[in-house]
């Protein structure tokens, strides 16, 4: 396993490695034990895992419908596809 793709698994799966996929984590361990650079970028990952709240986020009561409503509402016209010219 090279850095980017343990970078892809990591951004894909996050940084607890028991969960990545079985045929990834032998090679993801051993990356580890001998790669500063998968060590920084695990402990950058660790580190973004703390920082962002765990708590669910829950919308406010009827905050799509109001969402959608003010999209019907909208004056906004979507625009045409642009046609080629003519090249006569």
Do not use: Y
């Not at 793709?5 to 996929?21: A, C, I, K, M, N």
């Not at 790669?35 to 829950?58: D, F, I, K, N, Y």
């Not at 003010?70 to 046609?83: E, G, H, I």
């Amino acid at each position: 396993m090279d850095i980017p793709e343990f970078e892809d698994l990591l951004g894909r799966h996050g940084e607890d490695v028991s969960t990545w996929p079985d045929n990834r984590r032998d090679a993801a361990l051993a990356l580890l034990r001998t790669s500063e650079q998968a060590r920084a970028a695990m402990a950058e990952a660790q580190l973004l895992r703390c920082a962002l709240p765990s708590g669910v986020v829950r919308a406010s009561d009827g905050l799509v419908d109001r969402i959608m409503q003010k999209a019907r509402q909208s004056d906004v016209v979507p625009a045409k596809p642009a046609t080629k010219p003519d090249s006569k």
